[in-house]
């Protein structure tokens, strides 16, 4: 399932221990960042750190040109999440970043508690 789901787009979690995610972060984390969840969606990932979510997109044929979208939480100005049902196989996540009407929303598969994801946001953005 996990290879289908990631055909499909959802996003499946990934371990904030691995030393892949040491190597692409290495030089973007500032002093006391530290990555809190991370999931990849294909090719592309989007990590919640202790002080911004960062959106990885990797471009291109080999995907080493890879470009770093940072976003403060103090921008986001509101997330929602709808749960996967019966017959659903996917949950999903909106999140709303400053004036922009549309939110980036992105679905994760049945193996991922979308209520962690939840958590994390909400940890961040509601302080």
Do not use: C
Not at 82 to 97: M, Q, R, T
């Amino acid at each position: 399932m996990g290879l289908i789901s990631g055909i499909l787009g959802n996003a499946s979690e990934v371990n904030t221990d691995s030393k892949k995610l040491d190597k692409l972060f290495n030089d973007i984390l500032v002093d006391g960042e530290q990555i809190e969840k991370a999931y990849q969606i294909i090719r592309d990932m989007f990590v919640f750190t202790n002080k911004r979510l960062i959106l990885v997109d990797k471009q291109g044929v080999t995907g080493h040109k890879i470009e770093f979208l940072s976003i403060p939480y103090s921008k986001i100005t509101k997330f929602s999440k709808e749960s996967a049902g019966h017959f659903d196989l996917d949950a999903e996540l909106k999140i709303w970043v400053g004036s922009e009407s549309e939110p980036i929303s992105h679905e994760f598969n049945r193996s991922v508690n979308i209520n962690e994801v939840y958590a994390v946001l909400s940890k961040y953005v509601l302080r």
